[in-house]
C-alpha cells in the first residue's frame, strides 16, 4: 500500500471512530445489464437529501431502496443480501422487461460520509471553503469504504410498489452443478428463440399457452413513426453476452408507434410471443416429428411415478 492509499485509509478510519461523525450514506450502481450500455446509479436518501447527489464526479438519482443483510456471515458462508427498489406506477418494471429483469447484472455498492462528497453538492463551496470546512465538509471520493461487488442472483417479489432482488457474490460458486444442466422434470431450461430452443417461426401462443388467432402478418424489425394493424407481428433483437436472439410481438389493436409504444413496455398494445417452458409449450411449436423433433429442454423421464 503506497502513502496516499494509507493516508485515504487513515482518513475514512478517523470518520468511521469519530465520536461525532458524519451521516453515512450508501450509493449504488448497476451496470454491464443486458441490452443496454446504460449504468443505473442512485442513493436512497440521508439527512432529508431527495434530489441528485454527485459522488467522484458521478451523478446518483435519489430511488430510495431497502438493502437487507449485508455484510459477513458469522458462519462463513456467503452472504445472500437482499435489494428492494421502489416501483411507482411499474416504471421500473418497463424498464427492466427487455432487459432480462436485470439478471446477471453486477451491482456495486460504495459507502462513504456525507463530509466526502463532491463540492458541487455544497452551495456555493468554492467561493466559501472556510464556512464549508468549519462544517466538517472535506470533498474527497477516495475517501470511501472499500466497494462491495455483488452479483443479481434472481428477482424475488415484483409488484406494483417494489422489485425485489436477490444479490450474490461472484465468488458464490454454491449454484455450481456438474453436469452444466439441472435434471428438472417439467421445465424447459432454454431461452425462447434462443440456443437450444431454436424456434424460428410465426408467433404461437403467450405464455399461458393461450394461441394467436387469425392470419398473423410479418412486419419485420418494429420502428417508431409506423403505423401498426392487429395481428401484425415485429420482432426486437436483444443482446445476450457476445449473441443475441429476437422476441417477438403480436399487434392487438391498431396504433402508430412511437417510443412510449414500444412493444416491451406497453402491453396494452402489444402481446407477447412467449413459450410456458412445459412440454405443452413446446407441443404447439414442433410435431416431434424425426426431421421437428422436441427440442424440449426439461427430462421428461426424470419424474417420479
Known amino acids: 500500500m503506497g502513502a496516499h492509499d494509507?493516508?485515504?485509509?487513515?482518513?475514512?478510519?478517523?470518520?468511521?471512530?469519530?465520536?461525532?461523525?458524519?451521516?453515512?450514506?450508501?450509493?449504488?450502481?448497476?451496470?454491464?445489464?443486458?441490452?443496454?450500455?446504460?449504468?443505473?446509479?442512485?442513493?436512497?436518501?440521508?439527512?432529508?437529501?431527495?434530489?441528485?447527489?454527485?459522488?467522484?464526479?458521478?451523478?446518483?438519482f435519489y430511488v430510495p431502496f431497502l438493502e437487507e443483510d449485508f455484510g459477513v456471515r458469522s458462519d462463513g458462508k456467503m452472504s445472500r443480501p437482499s435489494l428492494s427498489l421502489i416501483n411507482f406506477q411499474g416504471f421500473f418494471s418497463r424498464y427492466i422487461k427487455d432487459k432480462d429483469d436485470l439478471l446477471g447484472a453486477k451491482v456495486r455498492r460504495i459507502k462513504t460520509f456525507i463530509r466526502f462528497i463532491d463540492e458541487v453538492n455544497f452551495l456555493n463551496y468554492s467561493g466559501d471553503q472556510d464556512y464549508w470546512r468549519s462544517m466538517g465538509i472535506n470533498p474527497d471520493p477516495l475517501s470511501k469504504l472499500r466497494d462491495e461487488e455483488w452479483v443479481i442472483n434472481q428477482k424475488v417479489t415484483e409488484?406494483?410498489?417494489?422489485?425485489?432482488?436477490?444479490?450474490?457474490?461472484?465468488?458464490?460458486l454454491e449454484n455450481a452443478v456438474i453436469p452444466n444442466r439441472q435434471i428438472i422434470n417439467n421445465y424447459c431450461v432454454w431461452k425462447y428463440r434462443g440456443n437450444g430452443c431454436k424456434y424460428s417461426g410465426v408467433p404461437c401462443a403467450d405464455s399461458n399457452d393461450v394461441k394467436?388467432?387469425?392470419?398473423?402478418?410479418?412486419?419485420?424489425?418494429?420502428?417508431?413513426?409506423?403505423?401498426?394493424?392487429?395481428?401484425?407481428?415485429?420482432?426486437?433483437?436483444?443482446?445476450?453476452?457476445?449473441?443475441?436472439?429476437?422476441?417477438?410481438?403480436?399487434?392487438?389493436?391498431?396504433?402508430?408507434?412511437?417510443?412510449?409504444?414500444?412493444?416491451?413496455?406497453?402491453?396494452?398494445?402489444?402481446?407477447?410471443?412467449?413459450?410456458?417452458?412445459?412440454?405443452?409449450?413446446?407441443?404447439?411449436?414442433?410435431?416431434?416429428?424425426?426431421?421437428?423433433?422436441?427440442?424440449?429442454?426439461?427430462?421428461?423421464?426424470?419424474?417420479?411415478?
Do not use: M
Open 6 to 60: 494509507y493516508n485515504k485509509t487513515e482518513c475514512i478510519n478517523r470518520e468511521i471512530f469519530s465520536q461525532n461523525p458524519s451521516a453515512e450514506i450508501v450509493f449504488f450502481e448497476i451496470y454491464d445489464i443486458a441490452n443496454t450500455s446504460d449504468v443505473i446509479r442512485f442513493h436512497g436518501g440521508v439527512n432529508n437529501y431527495t434530489r441528485s447527489l454527485f459522488f467522484d464526479a458521478k451523478e446518483y
Open 159 to 172: 409488484n406494483k410498489n417494489l422489485i425485489k432482488y436477490e444479490l450474490s457474490s461472484p465468488l458464490d
Open 212 to 305: 394467436f388467432t387469425g392470419a398473423l402478418n410479418n412486419r419485420g424489425v418494429w420502428a417508431e413513426g409506423v403505423a401498426y394493424a392487429k395481428n401484425d407481428f415485429v420482432s426486437i433483437s436483444v443482446r445476450e453476452g457476445n449473441s443475441s436472439r429476437n422476441v417477438v410481438f403480436v399487434c392487438i389493436s391498431n396504433h402508430t408507434s412511437s417510443e412510449d409504444k414500444k412493444p416491451s413496455i406497453n402491453s396494452s398494445l402489444w402481446a407477447q410471443d412467449s413459450c410456458s417452458k412445459s412440454l405443452r409449450g413446446c407441443k404447439l411449436r414442433f410435431t416431434g416429428e424425426e426431421d421437428d423433433h422436441l427440442p424440449f429442454g426439461g427430462f421428461p423421464g426424470s419424474r417420479l411415478f
